[in-house]
């Protein structure tokens, strides 16, 4: 049996709450920005882990997304081969998790894990998997490839 996900639109609620529960209308702002600038604001602490066979994969990524803006924090030991990446959000960093959505092409709403943890000492963790070997960007390739 089929289940369907619905991904909620933080603006929108935003939008609707101030029209319901306040008598002149939207107070707050929506976000303003490109989906990098809104990343960087949100200053999400990031987990990478490599669950490929590609070695110093985790580096690159780690390298990559560092140069994007993010602030990848740990490295992780890989858990096993994995095809699809998978991102683990401990706290709600919604900019950010949009960010590696698109980043990595996470498609299914299997490889988004929701596991509230506010002793966690990262924000969101990036399981990424052998698709993401050939999406990386060609400037983080390793010479030995």
């Known amino acids: ?22 008598p002149g209308g939207p107070v707050s702002p929506l976000a303003q920005g490109d989906t990098i600038t809104l990343m960087q604001e949100d200053a999400a602490r990031i987990r990478v882990t490599n669950n490929t066979y590609t070695s110093d994969l985790g580096e690159r990524t780690a390298s990559f997304l560092t140069a994007q803006g993010m602030q990848v924090v740990e490295q992780d030991v890989p858990t096993g081969a994995a095809k699809q990446t998978v991102l683990v959000v401990y706290t709600p960093k919604l900019y950010a998790l949009r960010y590696l959505i698109e980043t990595f092409g996470v498609r299914g709403s299997n490889q988004v894990v929701i596991k509230p943890d506010p002793a966690e000492t990262v924000d969101i963790e990036v399981l ?13 390739y390793s010479y030995s490839e």
């Open 1 to 22: 049996m089929e289940a369907s996900v619905l991904r909620p639109v933080p603006d929108l609620i935003r939008i609707l709450r101030d029209e319901i529960f306040i």
């Open 128 to 140: 990424f998997g052998e698709v993401w070997v050939s999406k990386l960007p060609t400037a983080y």
